[in-house]
């Protein structure tokens, strides 16, 4: 293999060597099995093709200082990927599946971890879908769980350095009594064209409002929102926010510096009273956000000075990039070594 040019990955695929695979018929889950196939051969008529049958998750694992390969907050990850699974009727995956499948695909492609250092890391993709034929809208009876995993760099080209969001109302991400709440690939189809038009216009990505009212902020494109003021970390709270694993530890972070969290409905007039805020989530930790234009009225938020991130956000930031390095102590058990 060609020596990877690790400063310099972006956030997106990668070829590895080996992916995991595991097949749910007859009402249970098969042997795990290894690949070294990056395809996937599946019924025309699989569920997940026609009648969005999906769920994904998206976690990491880190090159630490002292050599060893910490996986951060993994039980959450599989946690939440059932409760994908039971909001559109697929198969659960058990905890021990899960488990192996994830250490299996991090050990089988440990050179693709990126060196301590680097600011990258190994993307972790947990795939579940129905791959039973159905024509009528029914769950399939068959299911495909699947790990791959490649290195990767931050998720807005940016980095830490803060970024420009605009507030969109002629689209919605997810419907109020939706599946907002559920990592599902129909939301994020859902977003596909107002992300695409507000990358076009130059912001790196929307801000969806409750779908409800249009009062309240929702999420920060595929990541969670939260904004500082003073001493407290407010983030929004509704049924159609995605619950961020990145978000949560970053309110138990704040906690820890002595802040006030709070977790309620942030009307969109409050974003004038907010000193920092940003977008978080896995694949960026935090994004910090410069400025929100609303692209109805034009008006525009700004909190940043000298294009700088805030100073509580890169201190939360640090923070937890200091765990997930082991450069920090696991206090809150997040961390599982890689032996
Ligand atoms: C995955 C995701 C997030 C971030 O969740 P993390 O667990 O922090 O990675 C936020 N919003 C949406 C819509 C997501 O799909």
């Given at each position: 293999?060609?020596?990877?040019?690790?400063?310099?990955?972006?956030?997106?695929?990668?070829?590895?060597?080996?992916?995991?695979?595991?097949?749910?018929?007859?009402?249970?889950?098969?042997?795990?099995?290894?690949?070294?196939?990056?395809?996937?051969?599946?019924?025309?008529?699989?569920?997940?093709?026609?009648?969005?049958?999906?769920?994904?998750?998206?976690?990491k694992?880190f090159r630490g200082k002292?050599?060893?390969?910490r996986?951060f907050?993994?039980?959450?990850?599989?946690?939440?990927?059932?409760?994908?699974?039971?909001?559109?009727?697929?198969?659960?995956?058990?905890?021990?599946?899960?488990?192996?499948?994830?250490?299996?695909?991090?050990?089988?492609?440990?050179?693709?971890?990126p060196?301590y250092g680097e600011g990258a890391s190994?993307?972790?993709?947990?795939?579940?879908?129905?791959?039973?034929?159905?024509?009528?809208?029914?769950?399939?009876?068959?299911?495909?769980?699947?790990?791959?995993?490649?290195?990767?760099?931050p998720?807005?080209?940016?980095g830490f350095?803060?970024?420009?969001?605009?507030?969109?109302?002629?689209?919605?991400?997810?419907?109020?009594?939706?599946?907002?709440?559920?990592?599902?690939?129909?939301?994020?189809?859902?977003?596909?064209?107002?992300?695409?038009?507000?990358?076009?216009?130059?912001?790196?990505?929307?801000?969806?409002?409750?779908?409800?009212?249009?009062?309240?902020?929702?999420?920060?494109?595929?990541?969670?929102?939260?904004?500082?003021?003073?001493?407290?970390?407010?983030?929004?709270?509704?049924?159609?926010?995605?619950?961020?694993?990145t978000?949560?530890s970053l309110?138990?972070l704040?906690?820890?510096?002595?802040?006030?969290?709070?977790?309620?409905?942030?009307?969109?007039?409050?974003?004038?009273?907010?000193?920092?805020?940003?977008?978080c989530?896995t694949a960026a930790v935090i994004?910090?956000?410069?400025?929100?234009?609303?692209?109805?009225?034009?008006?525009?938020?700004?909190?940043?000075?000298?294009?700088?991130a805030?100073?509580?956000s890169t201190r939360l930031y640090k923070k937890l990039r200091a765990i997930q390095e082991g450069e920090e102590?696991d206090?809150?058990?997040w961390i599982?070594?890689?032996?």
């Amino acid at each position: 293999m060609n020596q990877i040019d690790w400063k310099n990955l972006p956030f997106g695929y990668f070829k590895t060597d080996y992916n995991v695979r595991c097949y749910y018929h007859d009402g249970q889950w098969g042997e795990l099995e290894i690949s070294s196939s990056e395809l996937i051969s599946m019924h025309m008529a699989a569920t997940c093709l026609h009648y969005g049958q999906e769920a994904f998750e998206g976690l990491k694992a880190f090159r630490g200082k002292d050599g060893k390969i910490r996986i951060f907050r993994m039980d959450e990850n599989w946690k939440r990927m059932n409760n994908s699974a039971r909001g559109i009727m697929m198969a659960e995956v058990p905890w021990e599946l899960f488990h192996k499948a994830v250490l299996t695909v991090v050990k089988l492609n440990e050179k693709y971890i990126p060196p301590y250092g680097e600011g990258a890391s190994l993307y972790i993709r947990p795939l579940l879908i129905g791959t039973g034929p159905q024509v009528g809208v029914k769950p399939a009876e068959e299911y495909m769980f699947l790990v791959f995993a490649g290195p990767v760099g931050p998720y807005f080209k940016e980095g830490f350095n803060p970024v420009k969001m605009e507030i969109v109302r002629d689209y919605h991400r997810a419907a109020p009594k939706g599946t907002g709440h559920i990592k599902v690939g129909g939301n994020y189809a859902a977003s596909l064209v107002p992300a695409h038009r507000a990358h076009q216009d130059g912001y790196a990505s929307v801000l969806f409002l409750d779908a409800a009212e249009e009062k309240y902020i929702d999420e920060a494109g595929p990541a969670n929102f939260f904004g500082i003021k003073g001493n407290t970390y407010v983030t929004p709270s509704s049924r159609s926010i995605l619950p961020s694993i990145t978000n949560k530890s970053l309110q138990e972070l704040a906690k820890e510096i002595g802040m006030k969290v709070e977790v309620r409905p942030v009307p969109v007039e409050e974003l004038a009273e907010f000193d920092e805020v940003g977008a978080c989530g896995t694949a960026a930790v935090i994004s910090p956000i410069c400025s929100i234009i609303d692209r109805d009225t034009t008006h525009g938020y700004h909190y940043c000075k000298e294009s700088k991130a805030g100073e509580i956000s890169t201190r939360l930031y640090k923070k937890l990039r200091a765990i997930q390095e082991g450069e920090e102590p696991d206090k809150y058990g997040w961390i599982t070594i890689v032996e």
